[in-house]
């Protein structure tokens, strides 16, 4: 039962992100990269506060509070601001297909940092989704152009430290809260998004806040941050990153179907063959992994504890 609601939270998780790529194109257009990411994390880190005061969860020691900001600046300051300002600079079909790298770095990270080692069968479901996104944004029709060159970069960044990031949560995992890791890596994002907002601030302007705009903005900042967060830090606790590296996939397939619903785009075959594909991918990967040969679980877990507890706090 665990295992089943780890993989349905990662799920629900990537669903949400992917309509975050149809929202925050738009609500971009409107405000700056740097401000909206403020704004998106000022408004997680207030709903998640007022849920653990509520239940009186607040509370962490200081060497622990002090891991997870480091934390949250390396995912929500620099990942997410690469990932906005990609998303700026570049296109949405571009966004997809660069940020979709992050589940191939998640296993690189994995077996570097946790020791994790990826069974043949994960391997093989890496592949096929990975054919499965290229199916569904058929990157042949993305716009890569020097003008965009420079958001690709910034995508290529994010999906870098997003893998980063995951994986040091899911250490994170063993000594704090989904909820916990949530409101003090939001906390850390903001000291770096914060000051990068007042500095973007002297060159691009807010432009005028439409129902609409306020709209986006609450999900941006409460459900695709507050509550996806959640429920990805719920996945990586119970599942083998390599397993929630598979789910990332349904992010893609999810923003072209809503950009499908929302703005008229047509569904082709390319989109339903890459849907199956990733589908069939998840179901391979849904399994349990494969074990390091020579070493129990339990032991790999113990030797490699220490040594992720102190990347985490070096990071």
């Given at each position: 039962?665990?295992?089943?609601?780890?993989?349905?939270?990662?799920?629900?998780?990537?669903a949400i992100w992917g309509g975050m790529y149809v929202v925050s194109k738009v609500v971009l257009e409107v405000i700056p990269p740097f401000a909206l990411l403020s704004l998106r994390l000022v408004l997680g880190a207030?709903?998640?506060?007022?849920?653990?005061?509520w239940r009186r969860q607040l509370g962490l020691d200081r060497k622990a509070r002090w891991r997870l900001l480091a934390l949250g600046a390396l995912g929500f300051g620099l990942s997410l601001g690469l990932q906005f300002v990609g998303t700026r600079l570049s296109t949405a079909s571009n966004a997809s297909l660069v940020t979709s790298a992050s589940p191939a770095f998640m296993v690189l990270f994995a077996a570097l940092l946790l020791g994790e080692r990826a069974s043949g069968r994960r391997i093989a479901a890496l592949v096929m989704a990975s054919a499965g996104v290229v199916a569904v944004i058929q990157p042949g029709g993305a716009e890569v152009g020097s003008a965009s060159m420079l958001g690709n970069l910034a995508l290529l960044g994010a999906a870098l430290t997003w893998g980063l990031y995951s994986v040091l949560v899911k250490a994170a995992s063993r000594w704090a809260g989904p909820l916990q890791i949530g409101l003090y890596t939001f906390m850390g994002g903001l000291a770096l998004s914060m000051p990068a907002a007042g500095v973007e601030g002297q060159a691009l302007s807010i432009g005028p806040l439409t129902t609409g705009i306020v709209l986006g903005v609450l999900y941006l900042g409460w459900v695709s941050t507050a509550l996806a967060m959640v429920l990805w830090t719920h996945a990586l606790a119970k599942l083998e990153a390599s397993l929630v590296s598979i789910l990332f996939f349904a992010q893609p397939v999810v923003g072209v179907g809503l950009g499908a619903a929302l703005l008229g785009e047509r569904l082709n075959l390319a989109f339903w063959l890459g849907a199956v594909a990733i589908g069939a991918s998840l179901l391979l990967a849904a399994g349990p992994s494969g074990s390091v040969p020579g070493v129990s679980r339990s032991a790999l877990t113990h030797e490699r504890s220490q040594e992720t507890q102190e990347i985490v706090q070096e990071t």
């Open positions: 039962m665990n295992r089943t609601l780890g993989i349905l939270a990662g799920l629900a998780a990537a207030g709903l998640l506060a007022a849920w653990l005061a």
